[in-house]
C-alpha cells in the first residue's frame, strides 16, 4: 500500500523541504561572510547556477517518481522546487547583473549578445518567469488546464538551454564531467515524460 500522509504530515513535509531548499544558499552566504572563500563573487554566481540545475532536475523527477512509487502527494511538492529552481536562478542572474555590469541594463544587454554561452542562459532565465509567474492555483483556472500546460512544457526547452549554458561555461576549463551528468539526466527525465505522454495519447486514440 503506497504511503499517504496525513494534511497534518504534509504540512510538516513541505516545511522541511522549504528549510532544507535554502541550505544551499544559507552555506554559501556563510563559507563568504568567513572568509573562507578565495574568490567569492565567482562562487557565488556558480554555485547559484548549479543550484538551478540541481533544482530543475528534482522537479522533473517528481512525476517519474510519483509514478513509479505510487506516492502521487508528491505532487503537492512540484510546485515549491520549480519555484526553488526559479529563486536560484534569479539569484544567479542577479550575481550576472549585479557583479560583472553593476546594474549597468545597457552593457549588460551588449554582453548577452555578444557572448552566446550568456545569450543561453538568459533565454532560459526569461522562459522560466512565465512558468513562475503562472504557478499558482488561480492562474490555472485563468488560463485553463490545457493552455497551462502547454505553456509549462517551455520546461523542455528551458532545461536543455541550462545545461548548454553549464556546458560552455565549463568549456573554459575542459570540465565536462558535470554537463554531461546533468544532460544525461536531464534528457532521461525528459524523455521518459514524453514516453509516457505519447503512451496515453494512445490509448486515447
Request: glycine residues 6%; proline residues 4%; positive net charge.
Amino acid at each position: 500500500m503506497a504511503f499517504m500522509p496525513t494534511p497534518r504530515q504534509l504540512g510538516a513535509l513541505k516545511l522541511a523541504v522549504f528549510l532544507l531548499a535554502l541550505v544551499p544558499i544559507t552555506n554559501m552566504a556563510w563559507r563568504i561572510y568567513a572568509g573562507q572563500i578565495v574568490e567569492p563573487l565567482e562562487y557565488l554566481t556558480r554555485g547559484t547556477g548549479d543550484w538551478v540545475l540541481y533544482f530543475l532536475c528534482i522537479t522533473l523527477g517528481v512525476t517519474p517518481a510519483r509514478k513509479l512509487s505510487g506516492w502521487h502527494w508528491l505532487i503537492r511538492l512540484r510546485r515549491m522546487l520549480g519555484l526553488f529552481a526559479f529563486f536560484y536562478a534569479c539569484l544567479h542572474f542577479l550575481c550576472f547583473l549585479w557583479f560583472d555590469h553593476f546594474f549597468d541594463l545597457q552593457e549588460m544587454w551588449k554582453d548577452v549578445l555578444k557572448r552566446p554561452f550568456i545569450t543561453v542562459g538568459f533565454t532560459a532565465f526569461l522562459l522560466l518567469v512565465p512558468l513562475a509567474v503562472t504557478s499558482t492555483n488561480a492562474m490555472v483556472r485563468r488560463l485553463g488546464g490545457k493552455r497551462w500546460a502547454w505553456l509549462h512544457r517551455l520546461i523542455y526547452i528551458i532545461a536543455p538551454l541550462g545545461i548548454l549554458h553549464f556546458w560552455w561555461m565549463k568549456a573554459g576549463k575542459h570540465n565536462f564531467a558535470q554537463p554531461i551528468l546533468f544532460g544525461l539526466i536531464v534528457a532521461a527525465l525528459l524523455g521518459v515524460r514524453i514516453y509516457w505522454r505519447q503512451a496515453r495519447q494512445l490509448q486515447v486514440s
